[in-house]
């Protein structure tokens, strides 16, 4: 089983700078991560896949990078809408498999 | 515009049996994957399950393996998770979602519903 394991826990930004996240894979999985928004209450949303590749209608201050084991989400001006819980997903082809990483949270400082 | 709507979650006894139901709008529901996924309280999110388009193809998670069946019924638009011999570890908030692309490709899931809360409790 490949673990995802995201830090910091916890990340206090101020509205307008950047925000970095970071996602490791215990193992090698090339490019196969997903970047997801969640706000309690809501429906998650899709940011970014393939590592890197922005979902439909994803603002382009959201980019994301890295591969193999070390990724990267960044969120280069933090608007108000950014404060959430951010997952980062590993997905497996054949056989399916899905890891998701214990989530960042970004919150306001 | 799409929507994911689920429903049946409610408050049942551990041992007990439970069908949650998803409802699906604004694509064409027989192209594509769909997946459950579940969030326990104060944790983050798990893949439980996925059905391929056709059905012919049903993944579970280790932790719900034996347990829980998911189906579709593509006349409908439905995406449907029977849960049986649920536990206290199954309480959460489940997700319906829908894969990226059309056909047979397992991917990042694309859109989510809002989720319908199940407690396993006596």
């Known amino acids: 089983e490949i673990v995802m394991t995201q830090s910091p826990a916890t990340l206090s930004v101020s509205p307008g700078d950047r925000a970095t996240l970071s996602c490791r894979a215990s193992?090698?999985?090339?490019?196969?991560l997903a970047w997801y928004q969640h706000k309690p209450g809501q429906a998650p949303s899709l940011l970014i896949f393939a590592a890197s590749t922005r979902a439909t209608g994803i603002p382009a201050r959201f980019s994301g990078s890295g591969s193999g084991t070390e990724f990267t989400l960044t969120i280069s001006s933090l608007q108000s809408e950014d404060f959430a819980i951010y997952y980062c997903q590993h997905y497996h082809n054949w056989p399916p498999m899905y890891s998701f990483g214990q989530g960042t949270k970004l919150e306001i400082k | 515009e799409v929507q994911l709507v689920e429903s049946g979650g409610v408050v049942v006894q551990p041992g007990g049996s439970l069908r949650l139901s998803c409802a699906a709008s604004g694509f064409t529901f027989d192209y594509y994957t769909m997946y459950w996924v579940r969030q326990a309280p104060g944790k983050g999110l798990e893949w439980v399950s996925l059905?391929?388009?056709?059905?012919?193809?049903?993944y579970y998670a280790d932790s719900v393996k034996g347990r829980f069946v998911i189906s579709r019924d593509n006349s409908k638009n439905a995406l449907y998770l029977q849960m049986n011999s649920l536990t206290t570890e199954d309480t959460a908030l489940y997700f319906c979602?829908?894969?990226?692309?059309?056909?047979?490709?397992?991917?990042?899931?694309?859109?989510w519903g809002q989720g319908t809360l199940v407690t396993v409790s006596s």
């Open positions: 979602a829908k894969g990226r692309t059309r056909g047979y490709g397992y991917g990042p899931m694309a859109y």
């Open positions: 193992q090698s999985i090339s490019n196969n």
């Open positions: 059905i391929s388009w056709d059905m012919s193809n049903r």
